[in-house]
């Protein structure tokens, strides 16, 4: 399951007093999509190592649900790709594993904790 970040707003009554919290996906701010993305990333890539060391369907099938999120992130935020190609490259296979590996290892050169 996909987290999505967001912010809470508070509904209030039709008298003006404070109703029920209605939590809304609002547009994410920059710093929102940035934690968004190292949320992904960082997910994505433990669930590719996770499949490395126990390559049965399971454990490869959620790394690569986890790197199709990541990919699907990228798409709507280009500007946040670190690596040299982008999701849709066809340097990578549909698995979309090694855009994971590629935008990790930018991700930790660029200096961000391991």
Same mark, same amino acid.
């Given at each position: 399951m996909r987290r999505r970040i967001c912010r809470r707003s508070r509904v209030l009554g039709l008298d003006g007093s404070a109703g029920l919290d209605d939590e809304r996906l609002l547009p994410l701010a920059a710093d929102d999509a940035a934690a968004e993305r190292v949320y992904l990333l960082r997910r994505a890539a433990l669930m590719d190592r996770m499949a490395v060391d126990d390559p049965g369907p399971g454990a490869r099938g959620a790394a690569v649900k986890a790197a199709y999120h990541l990919a699907e992130f990228d798409r709507q +935020? #280009?500007?946040?790709?670190?690596? #040299? +190609?982008? #999701?849709? @490259?066809?340097?990578?296979?549909? @698995?979309q594993r090694p855009y994971v590996r590629q935008e990790y290892a930018a991700w930790t050169a660029a200096g961000q904790p391991d």
């Open positions: +935020h #280009p500007e946040m790709v670190a690596g #040299p +190609h982008g #999701p849709t @490259s066809p340097e990578f296979d549909r @698995s």
